[in-house]
């Protein structure tokens, strides 16, 4: 099991959250428990059709 801070993001694999933070210092109760299908909902969340028009303009000149 992991848990994922919801102010920095560190992820600490233990079977339980940490009291605090080590990175951010942020209480326990800012921690959720992560899935193993986040990882791989995450590594997929950059298709074009999730962003929206002003995304798209925004990052035109990028992708020539």
Do not use: H, I, Q
Not at 36 to 41: K, L, N, P, Q, V
């Amino acid at each position: 099991m992991a848990w994922v801070c919801n102010v920095c993001g560190y992820v600490e694999d233990e079977e339980s959250p940490p009291s605090t933070c080590p990175v951010c210092g942020a209480p326990e109760s800012d921690f959720a428990e992560r899935f193993e299908d986040d990882e791989d909902s995450l590594l997929n969340s950059n298709d074009d059709d999730d962003m929206d028009d002003f995304e798209k303009d925004l990052f035109a000149d990028y992708d020539e």
